[in-house]
């Protein structure tokens, strides 16, 4: 498989097949960004096409030297996000809700015990989750589900670096305050 940088290149000198590697390289992902961000299955397919699409379509503004290309992409999902989210507001979606649909962050088989609890801890992460400020959000899920860095989390979110990790920092605090009695950093870990 040829690398990124050679994709792009070959993407912009007109090869439909370096533009649809791309697109196949990043859609899992861009859409787990949109999904975590947008709660909604279909809203989330919606936004990362856009993203996805624009980010093909003005290749040509992509530029290596100031950001990596997943940041720009990013970026570009978050922007399609938030959009949405105005023009839609849409409703927040539960963790519960997320389960019943067929999704399960992990699943390494424990008791029915341990599953209980680890569920309700999972509900109860997810439901602080939709209690933060969009900004706060953002920041979260780009650093635990998408592991982005302070620095891309900063570009990703058009914000200072010093801004990305105080919202991380303040999410941290305010989900503490919500949970109380939840471990929450061994709880988004085991849902990472």
């Known amino acids: 498989m040829m690398n990124l940088e050679a994709l792009i290149e070959r993407w912009r000198d ?3 097949r370096a533009a649809e590697s791309i697109y196949n390289l990043h859609r899992e992902k861009t859409f787990r960004l949109a999904y975590g961000l947008l709660g909604n299955r279909e809203d989330a397919e919606e936004a990362a096409q856009d993203a996805l699409a ?4 003005h290749i040509h503004q992509f530029d290596d030297r100031k950001s990596q290309y997943t940041t720009w992409l990013y970026r570009i999902t978050v922007s399609r996000s938030r959009d ?3 023009k839609r ?20 088989r424990p008791g029915p015990e341990q599953r209980a609890e680890k569920k309700e801890n999972q509900n109860s992460v997810w439901d602080a989750l939709q209690i933060l400020s969009p900004d706060l959000r953002e920041a979260i899920i780009l650093r635990h589900w998408s592991g982005c860095t302070y620095q891309e989390i900063a ?3 058009n914000c200072p670096m010093k801004t990305a990790q105080s919202r991380i920092r303040l999410a941290y605090q ?6 109380e009695t939840v471990d929450f950093q061994q709880t988004a870990e085991e849902t990472r």
Not at 174 to 179: E, G, Q, T
């Open 84 to 86: 949405m989210l105005r």
């Open 14 to 16: 007109g090869d439909q």
């Open 155 to 157: 570009e990703i979110t």
């Open 174 to 179: 305010k989900l503490a305050h919500i949970l």
């Open 89 to 108: 507001r849409v409703p927040t979606y539960s963790l519960s809700s997320w389960l019943r649909d067929g999704h399960n962050p992990t699943d390494f």
């Open 54 to 57: 624009y980010a093909l379509l």
